[in-house]
């Protein structure tokens, strides 16, 4: 039982104890000077009448029957229950009895019972001069003391009722002032057992102080740990993958990137590979000095990452090289794309006279071999060389494009479609497995396959996603996705994993109604593995908190997908209580041979697991990198190489 609860009820208890006890004793006391007052009177009266009597016998000579005369118009004014005179003798010569009714007037019967009146009779003698005539024996009425003794005691009740409630309502507000507190010390605990960072003030109550401030000390330590674990990884990552001067990739994280593209479902349908060479650099560094010219390099990496929105960020390849891959939804946009680089290169070498670059491009497409790729664009920088500062030339072959281009209401009108929840045939899920060290399959990853033509083939996400997320239709996808995943694993009963889109955490409809189908369908949501990638992870990550806090005690498990670029907010994830990460593969691909990324994944791996976090890697594509990744700790692996494994 709650502690709040048994406050409340020992305070209840305790209320209602002291209730009874105060009526009783209050009762009882006034009993208790009921039965003096009615001892006396009885005794003053039967004094009095007697003294009556005998003057009234004095003077009427003894007259037998006034004495019955006056003792019934006593008994008729008065409050009596019995007047009796008897004769010296014993015998009886006047007696007046109330009736039953007029004896318990005013008082239930149980009370009376419960608290009786029985007070002795007063007595006194009756004398004619000095003969003795009788003695007088009066009892007055209890039934008017028991209904007193009963309206004092229902006011008194009420009073104290009263009272009590105004103690009840004061009580109830001091323990709301103690719950606060307390439950914003529970909530804290509650949170660090989901592995979520919160302080909360310290309250006023002694004892909870020093807890609180307990727990936020702890807080406090847990994140400047993480912090210095983040800066550490941040300071491999960079050691490792980034160039020292710009701050880009470095040529072997690029190209590792761009091998593992192919492997991602979110790859672009349509891209272009932009080699940019600085012009003359030996000639600049002699006319503006290493300084100038450093900086000059430093401004062009700043204007590429700020043009970056894709999914390989811009790499430096040797002293004078750039690449970066522009891509959109179509090909127009991706050559409009390849424009704006080249407008924000001019733009951020403008202050440096006689600094320019050479561009040259060639179509990206999955199918594509890298040295095939890097071969077309360097002979499209070799043309663009000769024509100039500035001049742009592209490989004339164009990538793979499975699907026509299409305006955005074709398209619309081909998702809408395909992604209505009735349609037969046109929507299917991929089963790629994770599995682990031992071989066991972790989860099938299942990617949404849709058929946009009549008789077509199921296109991969690649080709259609940007423009579902364009047409906003991505709260659809993922609803989509779930209802075939949580339909087979109802099924097989094997774990599958959906890619969730950031636009559908933004729509508290799309959660309410994703919770309210998991709740019905308790075995499937149990298998269910839900990921987000890793920039949606960290851009919203309040919202990734509140879908955690709803969908976890359905036994869902929550991760983030192509990992290790911002390794730096690890502390932040952890505050997200994920169940687990996935490595991009950029990381993943030829880390067999490379010992700086093999030291940065074994120490990210490690620092994640302390955080009770699975890790996984992406786009395994060979059995040397897979031992390798074994080597440094993962828990699973997804790519080319697994189904040798399985």
């Known amino acids: 039982m709650p502690l709040i609860r048994q406050l409340r009820l020992l305070l209840a208890a305790t209320m209602a104890i002291a209730l009874i006890g105060s009526v009783a004793v209050n009762a009882s006391a006034a009993r208790s000077y009921l039965l003096t007052q009615l001892q006396l009177k009885n005794n003053d ?75 002795a009779a007063g007595v006194a003698q009756v004398t004619d001069g000095w003969r003795p005539v009788g003695t007088l024996t009066l009892a007055s009425a209890s039934g008017f003391a028991h209904a007193h003794l009963w309206q004092g005691t229902l006011r008194s009740t009420g009073w104290l009722l009263f009272v009590g409630g105004l103690a009840a309502v004061l009580a109830g507000l001091v323990l709301r002032r103690i719950q606060a507190p307390l439950n914003a010390t529970v909530a804290q605990a509650r949170a660090l057992s989901e592995r979520r960072f919160v302080t909360v003030p310290e309250p006023q109550v002694p004892e ?77 560094n002699r006319q503006l000095g290493h300084g100038d010219v450093n900086a000059a390099l430093q401004a062009l990496a700043r204007a590429l990452q700020a043009r970056h929105t894709g999914l390989l960020p811009p790499g430096r390849l040797n002293g004078s090289d750039f690449a970066v891959l522009v891509h959109g939804p179509d090909a127009e946009a991706a050559l409009a794309e390849v424009a704006r680089h080249i407008d924000a290169v001019r733009s951020a070498l403008a202050a440096w006279p006689g ?34 500062d500035f001049a742009l030339a ?38 790629f497995p994770v599995v682990g060290r031992d071989g066991r399959l972790l989860h099938l990853e299942c990617p949404l396959r849709l058929r946009l033509v009549d008789g077509g ?52 409809g799309f959660v309410a109604g994703l919770r309210s189908q998991l709740q019905a369908q308790p075995r499937a949501a149990a298998l269910l593995w839900l990921e987000l990638a ?86 395994v594509a060979d059995a040397a990198d897979a031992q390798a990744l074994w080597a440094c700790g993962v828990d699973g692996i997804t790519g080319p190489a697994v189904p040798a494994m399985v």
């Open 45 to 119: 009266n039967a004094q009095a009448l007697a003294l009556s009597l005998s003057l009234s016998l004095s003077s009427q000579q003894g007259d037998p029957a006034l004495l019955e005369l006056a003792i019934a118009a006593q008994f008729d004014t008065g409050s009596y229950e019995r007047i009796h005179l008897a004769t010296p003798g014993g015998a009886t010569l006047v007696d007046k009895r109330a009736s039953l009714e007029r004896s318990t007037l005013g008082a239930p019967a149980w009370f009376v019972k419960m608290l009786p009146i029985e007070v």
């Open 208 to 284: 909870l102080r020093e807890v609180s401030h307990a727990m936020n000390a702890m807080v406090q330590r847990l994140q400047a740990v993480f912090g210095e674990q983040g800066a550490q990884l941040e300071a491999l990552r960079v050691q490792a993958q980034a160039d020292p001067l710009t701050g880009v990739s470095n040529r072997a994280h690029f190209f590792a990137g761009l091998q593992a593209l192919p492997l991602r479902d979110d790859a672009p349908p349509h891209a272009t590979l932009l080699l940019l060479r600085v012009r003359s650099l030996m000639q600049l």
């Open 355 to 388: 600094a320019s670059v050479s561009v040259g491009g060639a179509a990206w497409a999955a199918d594509t071999p890298l040295p095939a790729l890097m071969q077309a664009a360097d002979a499209a920088l070799v043309r663009a060389e000769a024509r100039g």
């Open 394 to 431: 592209l490989d004339p072959t164009p990538g793979s494009v499975r699907v026509p281009p299409l305006g955005e209401a074709d398209w619309r009108q081909r998702l809408g479609r395909a992604l209505q929840p009735d349609a037969v045939g046109v929507a299917s899920l991929g089963a």
């Open 457 to 508: 083939p199921l296109e991969p996400a690649a080709h259609w996603l940007p423009w579902a997320l364009r047409c906003g239709l991505s709260t659809a996808v993922d609803g989509l996705a779930l209802a075939l995943a949580l339909a087979r694993s109802e099924a097989d009963g094997q774990p599958r994993c959906v890619n969730l889109a950031p636009d559908s955490l933004r729509d508290a």
């Open 534 to 619: 890793e920039p949606a992870a960290t851009a919203q990550l309040e919202l990734l908190r509140e879908l955690g806090r709803q969908l976890r005690p359905l036994g869902v498990k929550l991760g983030i997908e192509h990992a290790g670029a911002q390794v730096g907010g690890i502390a932040r994830l952890y505050e997200a209580g994920l169940d687990y990460v996935k490595l991009e593969a950029a990381l993943s691909s030829g880390i067999a041979g490379d010992t700086s990324r093999t030291s940065f994944v074994r120490g990210l791996v490690g620092t994640l697991k302390s955080l009770g976090m699975q890790v996984m890697a992406e786009g």
